[in-house]
């Protein structure tokens, strides 16, 4: 007859207990790099330089209208790195920054403003809106980057923005795009570039001559394996320079400047820009257009 223990149940469940934890940890799979990344923070460190852009706008700004802009709009402004680096750059220095998404408005506010220094954040206010109707303070400088409004698929649409752009501008106020364009825009193309811990890619679907439509989506790759992909997708209607132009003049504003970038002898952009007559098409190209009030 086998005699029991006091302890030997105990023992028992114990070692059941720590087998079931075994199983359980084995059961419970590592978190991927992808589950793990935040894609925010990816496409700032992918697509954004928030130092350069605020630079070159403030110093066109200067070179056009002789002074230097206080009050900046980001409209579409996302996470609003924009805005961020703006009220940094002195304390005359105001944002107000318009996104139709709220927890991306929400990731802008505890990532980017939250990083700021108080009095430095007290001086942006974002806003939940739609960009075609949203009103807000009358600003020097409002800037619609990353070919936001390329969602804006229909030319009352577009018209509808610009003169709500306008309606909140100062007299002297500048209302800068940036512009996408070159033979390469127009149709299926990738590229990829590794970054600091992940792969960024690029991708245009699909390009429709009859309507410039264009799908593209933006991916991030990491080195388990794992991905984010698409991690932003964006369905475009490519608008061209001319048709910007037509449009911006529609909605009131006096003047439009088509910028270009001025290269080095190796044909790389310098960040800075000029006012040509005319230029050669190319691959692939983007610029500034500034509008007037
Ligand atoms: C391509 S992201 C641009 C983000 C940021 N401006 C940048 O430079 O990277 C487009 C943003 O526009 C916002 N958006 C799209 N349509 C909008 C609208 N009609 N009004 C306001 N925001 C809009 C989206 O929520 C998204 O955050």
């Given amino acids: 007859m086998q005699t029991q223990t006091a302890s ?27 589950e793990r990344a935040d894609r ?6 992918a697509v954004q330089d928030p130092k350069t852009d605020v630079a070159t706008l403030a110093k066109l ?33 105001t944002a ?35 960009v075609l109707t949203a009103r807000g303070p009358k600003a020097d400088l409002t800037a619609a980057l990353n070919f936001s409004y390329c969602c804006l698929k229909e030319r009352k649409q577009l018209l509808a923005y610009f003169k709500n752009a306008r309606r909140n501008m100062t007299k002297d106020g500048l209302f ?26 690029w991708k245009q679907h699909c390009f429709d001559p009859l ?16 991905k984010l992909a698409p991690a932003f997708e964006y369905d475009w209607r490519l608008w061209t ?12 504003f006096s003047r439009t400047h088509r910028l270009w970038e001025k290269t080095d ?8 820009f000029y006012e040509p007559k005319r230029v050669e098409n190319q691959e692939s190209w983007w610029t500034y257009l500034v509008a007037e009030y």
């Fill in 176 to 201: 800068f795009l940036d512009v996408l364009g070159g033979t390469e825009t127009m149709g299926p193309d990738e590229n990829r570039h590794d970054l600091d811990g992940f792969t960024y890619r």
């Fill in 40 to 45: 925010h923070v990816l496409y700032e460190q």
């Fill in 241 to 252: 320079m001319p048709e910007l132009c037509d449009v911006l003049d529609e909605a009131g």
């Fill in 8 to 34: 030997s149940p105990k023992r028992i469940s114990n070692k059941r207990s720590q087998d079931e934890k075994k199983t359980k940890k084995k059961k419970k799979k590592k978190a991927s790099m992808a």
């Fill in 265 to 272: 002898k190796k044909g790389n952009g310098t960040g800075r």
């Fill in 211 to 226: 309507t410039h439509e264009l799908y593209c989506t933006i991916a991030f790759f990491f080195s388990d394996g794992s």
């Fill in 61 to 93: 700004y200067k070179k056009i209208r002789k002074k230097p802009a206080r009050s900046f709009r980001e409209d579409f402004c996302g996470t609003a790195t924009l805005s961020t680096e703006w009220v940094k750059g002195g304390s005359d220095r």
């Fill in 96 to 130: 107000y920054g318009v996104d139709l998404d709220l927890p991306t408005l929400e990731w802008g506010r505890e990532h980017n403003i939250g990083s700021l220094d108080v009095l430095d954040a007290q001086r942006i206010e974002l806003a939940l809106g739609n």
